[in-house]
């Protein structure tokens, strides 16, 4: 059994998870860093087990653009070739194709695309987006799908599924790599019915698991906690639930709540490329004058590299001199704060605490 | 006893030495990685102890730039400013007034110039560089000096000896930090007597060490050992000996053959940001297409974190994407790669086999 659902709160839907892939066991409810170019940014694969990470992920259009499937075959893999020998989970590539790239045409078949890169035209489709996740070797692959923007007229919005569906059977259909599991992915915008009718057409093609699409794409909170609901309650319980591209810690604990367990942002690692610590009381800006002879940790109570090792006064001199080791160690700092605050979260479902707990952190996170 | 010469060849002039100072002791023949703004660009502390880096070279005139004095005696000095618990080596500032300031005018007090940041006005002379350097609290400090380009007419580095030798004197008598060492600069362009006449100038003075400055400032390589002829006979057996700002491997082992024990460099640090590796056979360009499928290490053979870990393809692609793990890695294997030379070289003098080794490595470094 690849998942199992080891606890459920009393109060909530929140629930205790294990997530068996080919390179290790997760615990969830999960936060996965993103590895957008094989890295992530400034961090080598020792520094993601410091920081607690469990799943690193992938993202196939960009390792399709560069270094390109060739050479991620010559590696044997991305597991080799990025030396990270814990579990990868990629995306299809869709959300970057509607987002970054200059979209040409879409078919049955998938998408015509000029690459953001070099203008280079490339075909992506749920065939190539399988085949480039079967040769990354990727422990979870999920489906070709058509993100939608928000807000999206009705009828667009019902198209769209339509095609997602089609796509997510073709993805399904697909060669895998061995051992690969593969998501299905809810869209429908803010449309419950559509939720619903895609939620209910991926269960019955089946998959290892199901994510949340289309949310975290500039609607108001509200709407994103809309969607979950519309979704969750038909997805399968002992199947594992992922909400993509969400990575603010209330919001998270929010949709745990709701029955979700894994969850992936790039946030934690853009904001510190910009001079942002997360914390558990907020957002610091530690490029600040007011840090200027501060010997505190960036994070009071921290247990991180960054934090057991330097002071602000420190980072924050490493940011305005624009020395890399900056951003490397607010990188470092706010992974573990992401992948700490989720320990934090299993431990009190596990303790029966959960409901209390979230609405505590709510006022600061 | 700070300095202790510990076996000297029978063939050459090269010595092993151990140099104590107040933060641990250091081998010799050894090299210095330069940490300019308050981190070796791209490392941490801990990564400085995985490359056997022995020495920390921080610069007086970029910290007092920035992030300036009183920053950095908020925190205690340099080594607890970024976490480094071994030896510290400050240079005067001089050399980068001199190359990278706007220089205003130069007196018996020293320099006034433009911060080539934000075009502030400074004033830098042997007070002001001893003061700095006490406050960072380095192991070693050495004297303020002139620094003379190359070519340079004898009249001119006849007046340059003088002040260099008054400045050496003003900050020989200065204050300085607690179990501080201070070096004093042999200066003199290509000229042989002006050399000796600085040499033993200093020596009147009187210094813990004695470094040749004003050697690879783009001469040919020819002018730099005469530099080095001209100087060393001079300097006293019992004392440590610097050659500055030099970092080629085999023009390091053909100084230390002429008696030489300290050498620093940009080098290795700098062309690693630029995508070289540095090898036991030249200089490797890593973005090159010919190692896009190479699964092979940055260098064969080699034991630091990248080679262990890590392919050309992979790093080649990191270089190309852009991405900072990859200017990181080859930082990490090219300090390790120059310490490990010095390494192997202290094997040489000590198995008695360093003349031989030395013609042996000069046709591949």
Redesign the interface.
Known sequence: MAFEVIYTDTRTKARLGRLTTTHGVVETPMFMVVGT???V?????RDLLETRSQVVLGNTYHLML??GR??IA??GGLHR???WDGPILTDSGGFQVFSLAKLRKITDKGCVFNSHIDGHEFTLGPAESMEMQRVIGSDIAMVFDECLPFPCPEDRAIKSVEQTLKWAKASKDAPHAQGQQVFGIVQGGVYDQLRRKCAEGLVDIGFDGYAVGGVSVGEPENFMYQAVDASVPYLPEDKPRYVMGLGVMHQMAECVARGVDMFDCVIPTRVARHGTAITRRGNVAIKAAKW??D?GPVEEGCSCYCCR???R??VR??L??G???G???LTIHNVWRLNEFMAEMRTAIAGGYFADWKEQIKETT
Chains 1, 2 share one sequence.
């Open positions: 170019q094989g890295t940014k400034g961090l080598e694969p560069r270094p060739e050479i010559a590696a070739f990025m030396g200027a002879f010997q090792n330097f002071s006064s420190y001199h490493l305005n001199a020395e890399i080791l951003m490397r160690l």
